[in-house]
């Protein structure tokens, strides 16, 4: 779902040209995913990194930042996601009670990107300067480091600015709930913060240090 909706932001956000990207079909929803092979690349290997850390129960959220040229951010749209059992030892044939059928999983999938191709009727057409561009960036859980690398390959995470993450966010940023689900297993909910940068654009970011507890893929 995570993959599927990066992709589904930044065609609807308009963050890369419409031709970038080729209708697909996902959850029997219409969906955009991108062509571009770097692209693709780079989505799915920030992705599989987020799983890992997943299943390590590391994830508080992970958040897909919208920022200017400036790496001033501008919308954050923040996956929150909480682990109902350890994941690392759950076994995919054995039934969880309470836990959603995979019909049922579908259905709220399917909401949550009906949401996202929706988001510009919520937020209006999103004004982007010349040179913008995204990020992701993964926040953890109290007390928790992202893990290391293995077979000796550079890490997927550097530390993030802070201003890209939801704590470096001002009071004046404004937060937006597009859904939530609880599978059971998992609980995961979609909202998008636009930035008080992006709302009164005659200011100046917050500082932009970095937080040891949220990390940039």
Do not use: C
């Amino acid at each position: 779902l995570v993959e599927v909706a990066i992709h589904t932001i930044l065609y609807v956000r308009q963050i890369y040209p419409a031709d970038l990207f080729v209708r697909r079909k996902k959850y029997d929803t219409p969906v955009f995913q991108s062509r571009h092979p770097a692209l693709n690349e780079y989505i799915s290997g920030t992705v599989k990194a987020v799983s890992d850390e997943l299943v390590l129960g590391n994830v508080d959220k992970v958040v897909v930042v919208i920022k200017d040229k400036n790496q001033v951010a501008l919308e954050r749209f923040i996956f929150s996601v909480q682990n109902m059992i350890e994941v690392e030892s759950y076994n995919k044939d054995t039934s969880v009670q309470d836990a959603m059928s995979s019909a049922q999983l579908g259905q709220y999938f399917r909401s949550f990107l009906i949401k996202l191709n929706m988001i510009e009727s919520q937020l209006g057409l999103l004004e982007l300067p010349t040179g913008a561009s995204f990020a992701i960036v993964l926040e953890l859980k109290e007390n928790t480091v992202p893990s290391a690398s293995k077979d000796n390959e550079p890490p997927p995470w550097v530390p993030a600015d802070r201003q890209h993450t939801t704590s470096g966010a001002s009071e004046e940023a404004q937060l937006h709930l597009l859904r939530a689900v609880d599978t059971g297993i998992i609980n995961i909910s979609l909202a998008v913060q636009e930035s008080e940068q992006k709302l009164q654009p005659t200011k100046d970011p917050d500082d932009s240090a970095h937080d040891g507890r949220h990390i940039e893929g």
